[in-house]
C-alpha cells in the first residue's frame, strides 16, 4: 500500500511540490472539484452506506490542532472513523514535547516520519498549512488558520444551502444562482467568513455582507460582494442569513462594545429575520454566542439550519478526507 504522499516530489532543498489533493483555502480549487466534493458529501448524507470502511482501510489521519476546537476536530474524527481510517490527536501542549521547547514544525515531521497520510491542521497562524505543505509529505486540510481560511467549514455551509432549497450540487457555477446570502458580524477576522466569500459567489450566490465598521475591510471584499450599511439592510431579500461570532480572541481593540450593546446593534432576533426573505435559513457555524450575535428563539427556532450544518460537516469532511489520501475512486465505487 502506497503512502498518500508518496508520489510527492521534492526540489533541491528538499522541499515538497505538490498540487491537487491538498485543501489549504477554497479560491485554489476549481470550480470542477467544488462541485465533485459537493456531489459526493450530499450523496453521503442522503443515504445510509454499510461498506464505507473500505474507503481508508490502512490509511491514517492526524489532527494536529494548536486551537481550541469541539466541533471541527471531531468532525474530522468522525468522518475519518466512518471511512475506517486510524486517528491520531495532537494537541501541541503542555502534555507534549511542546513543553520541551520544540517548534510546531519540528513536531509536524516528526508525525510526518511515522506515516501519516493526512494531516488536519488548526493553528492561530495564518498560513500554516501551507508552510506544512512544504515540508510534509502527508497531504494537509487546513482546518482553520488564524484570521485565514476555513475552507471544510465553506463547503459544509454550501451544502447545506444547497440542500435547503433543493439544489443539486451538478449544477456548479450556477448551483446557488438567484440565492442571496448575508454574511453578518466580525467578517475582518473571521475565516468561516473568508472561505465563504471565496466560495458562495464561484456557485452563483449573490453575497452580502454587513457588521460594525471595525469588524469589516471593504477593501478586502472580493469584487461583487455588496456590504450593507445595517443588519437590516443585508437581511431586506436574503434567503441565506449566516450569522458570525464575534473573535474575540484575536482582537486588537475595536471590541469595546458590550454584549449588550453590540446584541441589539447587530444581534439577529425574530422581529429582525422578518425583515428577510419569508423562505430564509438561518446558519452559524458555532460556537454560539447567545445573546449577543444571534438570540435563542432564532438559533433554536424553525429556520435554524445549525444543527444541520454540523450534520453536513462530517459528510464534507469524509469526501475531502479521501480526496487527500487519494482514495475518491474507492469513494465513488461505494456510493
Ligand atoms: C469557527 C472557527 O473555529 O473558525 N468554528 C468552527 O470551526 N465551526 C468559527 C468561530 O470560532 O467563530
Request: glycine share 12%.
Amino acid at each position: 500500500m502506497t503512502r498518500a504522499g508518496a508520489e510527492v516530489e521534492s526540489d533541491e532543498n528538499g522541499l515538497h511540490r505538490r498540487a491537487g489533493r491538498d485543501l489549504c483555502g477554497i479560491g485554489g480549487v476549481p470550480v470542477d472539484s467544488l462541485r465533485e466534493v459537493l456531489e459526493m458529501a450530499a450523496a453521503l448524507a442522503s443515504a445510509r452506506h454499510d461498506t464505507l470502511t473500505e474507503v481508508l482501510r490502512g490509511r491514517t489521519v492526524l489532527c494536529f490542532f494548536g486551537e481550541p476546537s469541539t466541533r471541527t476536530r471531531l468532525s474530522f474524527e468522525v468522518a475519518a472513523r466512518r471511512l475506517g481510517a486510524e486517528v491520531m490527536g495532537f494537541g501541541n501542549d503542555q502534555t507534549t514535547s511542546a513543553a520541551k521547547g520544540e517548534t510546531p514544525l519540528d513536531a509536524a515531521r516528526n508525525l510526518d516520519a511515522m506515516g501519516v497520510d493526512a494531516f488536519v491542521v488548526r493553528d492561530r497562524h495564518e498560513g500554516w498549512s501551507q508552510v506544512l505543505c512544504h515540508y510534509l509529505r502527508a497531504r494537509v486540510i487546513n482546518a482553520g488558520d488564524g484570521c485565514g481560511e476555513h475552507p471544510t467549514q465553506a463547503l459544509a455551509d454550501a451544502l447545506t444551502i444547497l440542500e435547503a432549497f433543493g439544489r443539486r450540487p451538478e449544477m456548479g457555477a450556477n448551483a446557488l444562482a438567484g440565492l442571496r446570502v448575508a454574511l453578518c458580524g466580525d467578517i475582518r477576522r473571521g475565516r468561516v467568513a473568508h472561505s465563504n466569500l471565496l466560495l458562495l459567489p464561484r456557485l452563483g450566490a449573490e453575497v452580502v455582507v454587513a457588521g460594525p465598521t471595525g469588524m469589516i475591510d471593504a477593501a478586502a471584499l472580493p469584487e461583487g460582494v455588496a456590504l450593507a450599511g445595517s443588519l437590516e439592510e443585508a437581511l431586506a431579500g436574503s434567503q441565506v442569513v449566516m450569522m458570525l461570532r464575534i473573535q474575540r480572541e484575536r482582537a486588537s481593540g475595536g471590541l469595546e462594545a458590550s454584549d449588550d450593546a453590540y446584541h441589539a446593534g447587530w444581534g439577529l432576533s425574530a422581529a429582525r429575520l422578518a425583515a428577510a426573505d419569508p423562505r430564509a435559513i438561518v446558519m452559524h457555524p458555532g460556537p454560539l454566542n447567545r445573546g449577543v450575535e444571534i438570540a435563542d428563539e432564532v438559533a433554536d427556532g424553525p429556520r435554524s439550519r445549525i444543527l444541520r450544518q454540523v450534520t453536513l460537516g462530517v459528510a464534507v469532511r469524509m469526501v475531502v478526507l479521501a480526496r487527500a489520501c487519494g482514495r475518491m475512486d474507492a469513494l465513488r465505487e461505494v456510493l
